[in-house]
Nanobody
Framework: QLQASGGGLVHPGGSLRLSCVTS????????IGWIRQFPGKEREGVSC????????YYGDSVKGRFTISRDNAENTLYLQMNNLKPEDTGIYYC???????????????WGQGTQVTVSS
């Protein structure tokens, strides 16, 4: 089970840190990442990290602004989001990936998301 949290309402240029607590699976032994869904649209990949944690991938629209990380001891995945834009508004989910080689494909399961709203 994957439970995302940390969303909220933020002004453009602001920051949020999302967290994902898992149960029944270990963050540190699988490819895992974040996906999001815009209103009325399909889900898209945001970022993922490989099983080893040595490699990370980001969607082009978030590169340089978002940072994925994980705390294996706490079994928690994070997404630090800086310089947020209105077009980042959506529901964010943490997701397991079959393999993290391309952020927009390969995600297999996701849990309850958290709403991120960027608005002035």
């Amino acid at each position: 089970q994957l439970q995302a949290s940390g969303g909220g309402l933020v002004h453009p240029g602001g920051s949020l840190r999302l967290s994902c607590v898992t149960s029944g699976l270990t963050v540190g032994d699988r490819a895992i990442g974040w996906i999001r869904q815009f209103p009325g649209k399909e889900r898209e990949g945001v970022s993922c990290t490989t099983e080893s944690g040595n490699t990370t991938y980001y969607g082009d629209s978030v590169k340089g602004r978002f940072t994925i990380s994980r705390d294996n001891a706490e079994n928690t995945l994070y997404l630090q989001m800086n310089n947020l834009k209105p077009e980042d508004t959506g529901i964010y989910y943490c997701a397991t990936y079959l393999m993290c080689t391309y952020v927009h494909a390969g995600y297999t399961t996701w849990g309850q998301g958290t709403q991120v709203t960027v608005s002035s």
